[in-house]
């Protein structure tokens, strides 16, 4: 049984390129949480996604940064324009329950490094 | 004021002896609380959870929880070498916030 799986694990990219960063949830779990993570900080929570619904958004940055979650297909967070203050760690983690109260299972997460 | 707030540390102890670790949360609505321990450079894995008032134990671990002092702390006894790693205390409300983290150093 696959855990969160996220992809790429790493990834450079020149200031003003765009970053995709993809991750599907374990089986049977619809909801997706994003999160990033700056070197020597905690998760700061970034979105949190069902299938093809964006249901809290409050953590993203207003501009550059979008995220879906399509009916087939991995949850996508795209970053536009990258600058080096993107440069982090991004997790994806998903759960089977309605809401947060249950536990989030983490993928490896996705390293960004904007040169 | 952060939401969810944890000394950075770290927190030394000697291997065989108890750490402590303590967390604090601003938002009376929480109703449950997670523990997640994350070694360097790798993804957060659950340690302990805890929903209700008072102790919760699980094998070297206890999770305390005191809604009225809206405090969170986790205990581990005989505290090894393979515990030390950076400890993020999470606070449910409707989504998980995340404290700091406290990183902890076990010496052998």
């Known amino acids: 049984n696959a855990g969160v799986m996220q992809n790429p694990r790493h990834l450079v990219r020149r200031r003003g390129q765009e970053a995709r960063l993809r991750c599907s949830p374990m089986?049977?779990?619809?909801?997706v949480y994003w999160y990033r993570q700056l070197p020597e900080e905690g998760l700061k929570f970034m979105v949190y996604?069902?299938?093809?619904?964006?249901?809290?958004e409050s953590g993203m940055p207003k501009e550059r940064f979008s995220a879906e979650f399509p009916k087939e297909g991995p949850s996508i967070l795209r970053i536009q324009q990258v600058v080096r203050g993107d440069s982090a760690a991004y997790f994806c983690?998903?759960?089977?329950?309605?809401?947060?109260?249950?536990?989030?299972?983490f993928g490896e997460g996705s390293r960004l490094t904007v040169l | 004021q952060k939401e969810v707030e944890q000394n950075s540390g770290p927190l030394s102890v000697p291997e065989g002896a108890i750490a402590s670790l303590n967390c604090t949360y601003s938002d009376r609505g929480s109703q449950s609380f997670f523990w997640y321990r994350q070694y360097s450079g790798k993804s957060p894995e659950l340690t302990m959870f805890?929903?209700?008032?008072g102790d919760k134990e699980d094998g070297r671990f206890t999770a305390q929880l005191n809604k009225a002092s809206q405090y969170v702390s986790l205990l581990i006894r005989d505290s090894q070498p393979s515990d030390s790693a950076t400890y993020l205390c999470?606070?449910?409300?409707?989504?998980?916030?995340f404290g700091q983290g406290t990183t902890l150093q076990v010496k052998p």
């Open positions: 999470a606070a449910a409300t409707g989504k998980l916030i």
């Open positions: 805890i929903y209700s008032n």
């Open positions: 983690a998903s759960s089977p329950l309605d809401d947060s109260t249950g536990e989030l299972f």
């Open positions: 089986k049977g779990h619809s909801h």
């Open positions: 996604l069902q299938k093809e619904n964006i249901i809290d």
